[in-house]
């Protein structure tokens, strides 16, 4: 193992009820604050928040929307604060703007929108004797990143003719980042950040005449017309038949240095390009950077890279600028996973096998290196922009939607968040397999990985599902064999994270039992592993996102709260977190003791 975690245990607060209530429910004996919200300035000269006075200009300094990813940096020499790193995902139109009419967006909305879009880096100062955290308005290291911000793109695609456009000829410099998701560290201090659904925002696929391009649109799921948030009226990058290869700009893994907020951030063509749900990268035994990523959709692929380079020890401006060049050179693979039981035995109903476990062998498939292409009929070029369809040519296997990807800390065991799948098994769809076993799977799995010799350079691994959700009366679930009567339900596992102890911490997305979502922790290891207890639920409409387990608090993202069929700012299906009366608004939440003690314990 690494060595620097501390020893297992279960985690003994009194697990929240499954519930609906419109609020962030914690367990008794736990406290809370929103710590930001949508809207608050963040820059300088940036305004307080007016839900009816919203502009381009004011937002470009305010605090986005849809807060999905949280990261807490340490900010040294400067007494109990922290820097917090945060994604924006998405935007919704119609919960933001009183009045917005779908088909007729306004310049200013969409511009707002862009603004809303991106990353928030921002110092937040710990509140004397409680665990809240409250930002610190005007830091100089507070910064937005948005639609329109300068883009480095790094790695052996930069320049690729496959991403040059009229306004950039180099193929090098991209404006913006869209729909970022989850996301991860760097062991030299830096931030990844995943541009998941980047399709949605493109329009006019449905025009492309070109059969090969069409292929490649269809592929990363651009076939229709308008796009939802109609961008392509105002600006032409958005318009596949203007722009063809604007689309190609997205869908990477980003990487922020939060200490620098002059930098311009970079889009990393070597781990390739997928609706990228998160990216965590820790290192092999010898050094190198591995990076483990999902993408996220159904019958789509589990990813790693392995860097060429060691990482240089040490914070000196060498080190430094050597390592934040770590994820330009190296190799991607692609996983292939068997199980090791008799195919017929795996029924899709979720049956446990007759060896007791969902578990087999794995394979990394090396897909390119550099500029050397290791798939037939594709350039590495063509690998590293349609990764997707190198996956297809290598026989990857086809996953439950590969959401976040966690090694754990203690001992490098990977855990991947698969939430679902309502396909598997229909018509012409791929059937169950002893990874994915239960055909129209609602409820999801956890996936644990074992890399050989425990090295993130290995090229096999042994895997077995830790988890296998739902409701535990449902006999299709599975808890790491711990007893299924002292256990949480839980359904749609999404983003995942360890806490200082090796427990694993899981937010859900969509659950499908009909309590709202939640964040759930579970010992990964000793006598209670697989002992799921929900830590707490949120709002009505709502996701977990970002969570981040401290030893004395728990950071979460509350993102879409009201996001609900029919609701609108007149119509609001929440009033989270301010009241009846108030405009819902996405925002982040800490959780702590109010005795001051440990987290769980
Ligand atoms: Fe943005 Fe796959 O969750
Ligand atoms: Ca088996
Ligand atoms: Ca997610
Ligand atoms: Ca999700």
């Known amino acids: 193992g690494h060595g620097h975690g501390k020893p297992a245990r279960g985690l003994r607060f009194t697990p929240v009820e499954p519930n609906t209530a419109d609020a962030v429910t914690v367990p008794e004996g736990y406290g809370q604050n929103v710590v930001i919200r949508w809207g608050e300035p963040i820059l300088r000269g940036a305004p307080d928040f007016d839900q009816d006075r919203q502009s381009a200009k004011a937002q470009a300094g305010q605090f986005g929307y849809n807060n999905d990813f949280l990261m807490l940096m340490p900010l040294r020499g400067e007494h109990r604060r922290q820097l ?10 119609v919960l933001m703007f009183a009045g917005y009419d779908p088909d007729n967006p306004t310049r200013e909305q969409a511009e707002i929108a862009w603004a809303a879009h991106g990353m928030s880096v921002v110092a937040v100062q710990e509140e004397w004797r409680t665990g809240a955290l409250r930002p610190v308005h005007r830091h100089q290291l507070n910064r937005r990143v948005t639609v329109s911000t300068p883009f480095e793109v790094t790695g052996p695609a930069a320049g690729s003719e496959l991403l040059r456009t009229q306004a950039d000829p180099s193929g090098r410099k ?6 970022n998701c989850a996301g991860g560290t760097t062991p030299w201090g830096t931030v990844l950040s995943g541009e998941e659904n980047f399709n949605q925002y493109f329009a006019h696929a449905d025009q492309v005449t070109d059969p090969e391009q069409a292929a490649r649109l269809k592929r990363y799921g651009m076939s229709g017309g308008a796009s939802s948030r109609k961008w392509e009226r105002f600006d032409d990058r958005f318009d596949i038949t203007k722009e063809p290869n604007e689309p190609n700009r997205f869908g990477w893994v980003v990487e922020i240095d939060p200490y620098d907020p002059h930098s ?9 390009r997928f609706k990228h749900e998160a990216a965590q990268a820790r290192l092999t035994r010898d050094g190198r950077a591995v990076v483990y990523m999902g993408d996220d959709e159904r019958f789509d692929y589990l990813y790693k890279f392995v860097s060429k380079n060691r990482m240089w020890r040490g914070n000196s401006a060498a080190a430094r600028r050597h390592n934040m060049s770590l994820l330009d050179e190296g190799t991607l693979y692609v996983a292939k996973l068997t199980g090791d039981s008799p195919a017929d035995e795996i029924d899709g109903s979720g049956k446990l ?5 969902f578990d087999g062998k794995g394979e990394w498939i090396p897909l390119a290196s550099g500029d050397q292409s290791f798939v037939t009929g594709m350039t590495a070029e063509e690998v590293y922009i349609y990764t997707r369809m190198a996956g297809d040519k290598v026989g990857a296997t086809k996953m439950d939607r590969p959401e976040d990807v966690e090694p754990s800390p203690r001992d490098g065991r990977i855990y ?5 799948n309502s396909q598997r098994g229909t018509d012409g769809k791929p059937a169950a397999d002893e990874a994915n076993p239960r055909n129209a799977n609602k409820h999801g799995q956890i996936l644990e990985i074992a890399e050989r010799h425990h090295d993130g350079r290995a090229l096999r691994f042994h895997w077995k599902l830790f988890l296998v959700c739902g409701d535990p009366e449902d006999p299709s679930t599975y808890f790491g064999g711990f007893p299924k009567d002292q256990v949480s339900p839980i ?16 937010a859900t997305d969509g659950n499908a039992l009909g309590s709202h979502d939640g964040l759930f922790g579970v010992a990964t290891h000793g006598r209670m592993r697989g002992q799921v207890r929900q830590f707490l639920t949120v709002p009505t409409g709502a996701e977990t996102c970002g969570p981040l387990v ?36 996405p925002a982040v939440v ?12």
Request: hydrophobic letters at 35%.
């Open 264 to 272: 311009a951030p970079r889009k990393h063509t070597a781990l390739g």
């Open 84 to 93: 917090l790193v945060a994604n924006h995902e998405y935007t919704d139109e």
């Open 550 to 585: 401290q030893e004395r608090r728990v950071l979460v993202a509350v993102q879409h709260p009201g996001e609900v069929d029919g609701a609108s700012v007149e119509n609001p299906a929440s009033a989270w977190p301010d009241g009846p009366g108030k405009i819902t608004r």
């Open 491 to 506: 359904s749609c596992p999404d983003n995942v994270t360890f806490d200082p102890y090796g427990n694993l911490w899981i």
């Open 174 to 179: 991209v404006l913006g980042t869209l729909n």
């Open 353 to 357: 096998p007759e060896d007791g476990e």
């Open 416 to 420: 991947v968040a698969l939430t679902n």
């Open 590 to 601: 800490s959780v702590w003791r109010k005795n001051g003690g440990r987290i769980g314990a």
